[in-house]
């Protein structure tokens, strides 16, 4: 074990036995250890194949509320494993790649917000679920797209709000509620990258096509849509709609699962500006393949950590959301 290079590196860098077939080693390290994990839909295919659960950011967050497996391993971004650590301090949460983290997420320093936060103290604090454990910490509720909109409609009219970290959400939220929320101006790298001429030109080659945009995207990009939502409401509009063609607006790993679900539609990943790729892929994200995850899970390591005392007022706004959100049916 070389865990001098491995702490450097962020992740196990051992080599996987040749001729190993990993999804089977994969699936016998969790029943060994009682593992579970976790994927986000941007993760690449074969990590979608072999998770236990597959899902959005709030899914993510519900699941690790309730498993009752020893270690999670999170397939997914840094703070979806402190999201997962902070809601079972008392278990072990494995993340393939240390490295993934998130643009957004890093858009909205700790000690610049708190400041933000110290400015406004008349204001309820509401942060989009991709932030630091240490945002979290000075924050009322935490959301996600999936309920953002009806989190900030069940607090009262005239309450004075801080949204942070995601402008073009929070503008979004702004737009659907009709508040003036005061928004922190942090943004995706990856959907930031949409462009409007790009989707007008795939609409031409598709006449026919529904525009689906997550939420994190410019609203120039938003106003071309006929849904807006987060990944799983996309997907569950995809499901239900009887039209065939759908240009998908959000980073391209979504695409296999609504590929699962709809295998008669045809889903094609909105292009990103400046660039010859098709698809429009979230690097961090990325940085998780099979291989990482069947080390992780053989050495458990690397272990996501949280700072207890950050801890201990960071769980507050993830629980409120999640009460919220189990009120809601959501
Ligand atoms: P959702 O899956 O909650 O829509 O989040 C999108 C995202 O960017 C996660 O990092
Ligand atoms: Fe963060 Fe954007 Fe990647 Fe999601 S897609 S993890 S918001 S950088």
Redo the contacts with the bound molecule.
Sequence with gaps: MEKEGWLRKGYVDEPVEKGADLKNEIRRLCKEKNAVILG?F?QADEIQEIADFVGDSLALAQWAAKTNADIIVMC??H?MGETAKILCPEKKVLIPDLN??????DSCPADKFVEFVKEHPDHTVISYV?TSAAVKAVTDIVVTSTNAKQIVDSLPADEKIIFGP?RNLGNYINSVTGRDMLLWNGA????EKFSVERIIELKRQYPDAAVLVHP?CKSAVARLADKVASTAGLLKYAVASDKKDFIVA??SGILFEMRRKCPDKNFIPAPPEDSTCACNE????RLNTLEKLYNTLKYEWPEVQVDENIAKDAIKPIRRMLEISEKLGL
Excluded: I, Q
Aim: glycine share 8%; charged share 10%; proline share 0%.
């Design positions: 986000h941007y997914g971004v703070f993934a983290g998130c643009s957004l997420a991709n995601d995706c790298h990856v959907h994190e959000t980073e979230c690097n961090f994200m």
